[in-house]
C-alpha cells in the first residue's frame, strides 16, 4: 500500500455550543495542522498515487475558504458544535469528493487543533 501525505496550517476561529466548555464557549482562535493522507495500491503510468499539484490546488482552496474564518459561520456547521472531530470529518469528505485520482482507496485526515490534540476522519473507498 502506497501513503501519499500533504499537509497545510491555517487559523480559524470557532466557539464551542452545547456545553460548559469554559473558555471554548467564547469565540476563540486555533492554529490547526490539517495533514492529507492518501493511500492505494496501485501507481498510475508516471509513477504516481496522485499528481501532488493537484492535491495541492484542492487542499489550498479548502484551507482558504476556512482560513481565518468563524467555523460557526459556515454552513456545513449549522447545528453542529464545532468540534475538532466535526472540522476532520468536513475537511475528509469535501477533499474526497474533489480529489479524483481512480487509484486512491483511502483518504485520512488529521486535523491537529494544537500541539497535544488532534482528531481524524478516514474515508474509504
Not at 487559523?11 to 464557549?25: K, Q, T, V, Y
Not at 508516471?46 to 501532488?52: P, Q, S
Not at 454552513?75 to 474526497?96: C, D, K, V, W, Y
Request: aromatic share 10%; net charge negative.
Amino acid at each position: 500500500m502506497y501513503s501519499l501525505g500533504v499537509r497545510r496550517e491555517f487559523i480559524a476561529r470557532h466557539f464551542l455550543i452545547g456545553g460548559d466548555w469554559g473558555p471554548e464557549n467564547h469565540p476563540n482562535s486555533h492554529h490547526y495542522i490539517l495533514e492529507l493522507v492518501l493511500e492505494g495500491k496501485e501507481l498510475d503510468q508516471h509513477g504516481y498515487l496522485v499528481d501532488i499539484v493537484d492535491v495541492e490546488k484542492h487542499l489550498d482552496d479548502v484551507v482558504g475558504y476556512y482560513k481565518e474564518q468563524m467555523l460557526n459561520d459556515k454552513p456545513e456547521f449549522n447545528g453542529l458544535n464545532p468540534s475538532i472531530e466535526h472540522f476532520a470529518r468536513i475537511l475528509a469528505s469535501t477533499l474526497n469528493e474533489r480529489i479524483k485520482a481512480g487509484n486512491i482507496t483511502g483518504l485520512k485526515v488529521v486535523l491537529w487543533e494544537h500541539a497535544n490534540a488532534w482528531a481524524a476522519f478516514q474515508v474509504v473507498r
